[in-house]
């Protein structure tokens, strides 16, 4: 498995950053949880040198604002079509489909995952897209999955040892 050209991680949010539950306030809000080891890998990633975008098919400002305090750019909400979001993503970062990697754990995220040089799935994401990723993580969507690839992308590039 060759990722010496992946430099661009694009995450879906929901079930991927977070569990993929989704708690409904008596105001109407959604709450959602972050996992610290996750936030940790993405800040890791761009110390060496990675650049990362958020997609997500919801808008909400808790994600805007999570995505501010682990430096990324790049972030687009309440899409339906993740494959146009995605490549909006890569003109925005001026990028490639062989420089991307993408974690994804539902049916809309298939698009993207059919154009990425390393399409990704979380433990606990549908059959078929366990399917069509090359790679499928040991931990679940907003458990580490995150952490735990870019761990596995670093260390195919044999950067992991130096941080």
Same mark, same amino acid.
């Given at each position: &498995?060759?990722?010496?050209?992946?430099?661009?991680?694009?995450?879906? %949010?929901?079930?991927?950053?977070?569990?993929?539950?989704?708690?409904? @306030?008596?105001?109407?809000?959604?709450?959602?949880?972050?996992?610290?080891?996750?936030?940790? =890998?993405?800040?890791?990633?761009?110390?060496?040198?990675?650049?990362?975008?958020?997609?997500?098919?919801?808008?909400?400002?808790?994600?805007?604002?999570?995505?501010?305090?682990?430096?990324?750019?790049?972030?687009?909400?309440?899409?339906?079509?993740?494959?146009?979001? *995605?490549?909006?993503?890569?003109?925005?970062?001026?990028?490639?489909?062989? @420089?991307?990697? *993408?974690? =994804?754990?539902?049916?809309?995220?298939?698009?993207? &995952?059919?154009?990425?040089?390393?399409?990704?799935?979380?433990?606990?994401?549908?059959?078929?897209?366990?399917?069509?990723? @090359? *790679?499928?993580?040991?931990?679940?969507?907003?458990?580490?999955?995150?952490?735990?690839?870019?761990?596995?992308?670093?260390?195919? @590039?044999?950067?992991?040892?130096? %941080?």
């Amino acid at each position: &498995m060759d990722l010496s050209t992946i430099d661009l991680l694009i995450l879906d %949010v929901d079930g991927v950053l977070t569990p993929g539950d989704v708690f409904c @306030q008596e105001e109407g809000d959604l709450a959602r949880t972050f996992n610290i080891q996750d936030g940790c =890998g993405i800040k890791l990633w761009h110390r060496c040198g990675g650049r990362s975008a958020l997609v997500s098919g919801r808008q909400t400002p808790v994600v805007d604002r999570r995505a501010r305090k682990l430096g990324i750019e790049t972030v687009l909400q309440g899409t339906a079509d993740k494959l146009s979001a *995605y490549r909006n993503v890569l003109t925005a970062n001026a990028a490639g489909d062989e @420089q991307v990697c *993408y974690l =994804g754990d539902d049916l809309p995220d298939l698009g993207p &995952m059919g154009r990425c040089r390393f399409p990704v799935a979380v433990a606990n994401a549908v059959p078929a897209v366990k399917q069509a990723a @090359q *790679y499928v993580t040991r931990r679940p969507g907003g458990r580490g999955a995150v952490a735990e690839l870019i761990e596995l992308i670093l260390r195919k @590039q044999r950067r992991w040892a130096p %941080v």
